[in-house]
């Protein structure tokens, strides 16, 4: 499966952006699906994920971020409201094959990644 992350750009501090990550070859249907994101000089992080377990959010996204995807199983979505300076980073998005899989966390634990869309958050 190839991704196609898009939805980037320049936000201001409160404002509310909704990226998304078309997959071809094959559909989000066949697997677990995550948001990542990486700032300037840090390494990636877990943002939100979905797999057989559940959905899953990091702490510092909580009731702000929402992985969803379209009926089709074609395109994956990351809604954020209440968006924050801190938030700024390159989100990526990512598939992976371990279905309910306890490290939905790990950057490891998947599996085919899109390119990256920049978000900016300004104060």
């Known amino acids: 499966v190839q991704l196609q992350a898009s939805g980037g750009g320049l936000v201001q501090a409160g404002g509310s952006l909704r990226l998304s990550c078309t997959a071809s070859g094959r559909t989000f249907n066949d697997y677990a699906m995550g948001w990542f994101r990486q700032a300037p000089g840090k390494e990636r992080e877990f943002v939100v994920g979905w797999n057989g377990g559940g959905t899953f959010q990091a702490d510092s996204v909580k009731g702000r971020f929402t992985i969803f995807k379209d009926n089709t199983g074609n395109t994956m979505y990351l809604r954020m409201n209440s968006l924050k300076p801190e938030d700024t980073a390159v989100y990526y998005c990512?598939?992976?094959?371990?279905?309910?899989?306890?490290?939905?966390?790990?950057?490891?634990?998947?599996?085919?990644w899109g390119q990256g869309t920049l978000v900016t958050v300004s104060s």
């Open positions: 990512a598939v992976s094959r371990s279905w309910a899989s306890t490290r939905y966390y790990s950057p490891d634990e998947y599996d085919y």
